[in-house]
C-alpha cells in the first residue's frame, strides 16, 4: 500500500501538468499581448488563467503562457510545465537575468518576448530574428543548434545523434539499439529488470518507513 502511494504520488504533477503555471500570475491573458493575439488567430483554443491550450487535444497542449506585467524578478518555479509552448510573453517584469538552461525542453518556442535589459536566452544567434519594440525585445524563430554551421563546442559520442533541446541547447539521443551510458551498450533495454528492481526498492523504503513510525507511535 505505501508504494502505491508513493507511485501515485510521484505520477501526479504529470497529471496535472501546466494547471499551476498557468495560475502563477492572477488574472486572464492580457488584451494586446503576444500570446493572446496568437491565440486569437489560432482556431481551436481555449484559455486558462494566463495560458493558451489547444481545445480538445489528449492531452491537452499548453501553446501560450502570458506572464507579463506579473512583477516577476525570476521565472517562476514551474515553467517546465509550459515546455509545450509556441509563445511565451516575460514583457514588463523587474527581471535581470534568464539563467543559462532555463529554457530546456522549449524546443517548440517560436515566438518569445523579454523585458529589453535581456538577452534573448541562447544569444541573437540561437533566433532567426531578433527585434526591439519600446521596453521590449522580441525573439523569433528558434534555430535548430544541430544544424548550426559553426564547429560545436561538445560532440556526441559514437552511436548518438544530436537533437535540439532549447534556444541553443542539444541533447544526444542513442541510436537503436543502443542505450546506456554514452551509448556504448548494444540490445534492446531491460525495462522488466529496470522495473522490477525500482519496484522492490520503493516497496524496500515503504516498509522501513511504516516499521520505522510504527515503532515510534509504540513507544512510551
Known sequence: MGAL???LLLSLPCAVGGAAVCRSCPGPLRNGSIVAEYCASRPGTESEGRCCRERGARPERLLGLDLSNCSLQNLPPGLAEASSAAVLDLTENPMTTLPYGSFLGFTL?????VPLPLDCPGGSGAWEKVTTS???RLCQ???????SSREP???CPENAACAPDGPSL???LCDS???GYKCLREGTFPVLLFCGVLGATTLSLSLLLWGTQR???KAP
Open 170 to 172: 542539444v541533447q544526444c
Open 141 to 147: 524563430g528558434q534555430k535548430n543548434s544541430c544544424n
Open 134 to 136: 519600446g521596453s521590449s
Open 215 to 217: 515503532r515510534k507511535a
Open 177 to 179: 539499439p543502443f542505450h
Open 109 to 113: 518556442l517560436q515566438l518569445l518576448a
Open 153 to 155: 563546442a561538445w560532440l
Open 5 to 7: 502511494l508513493i507511485l
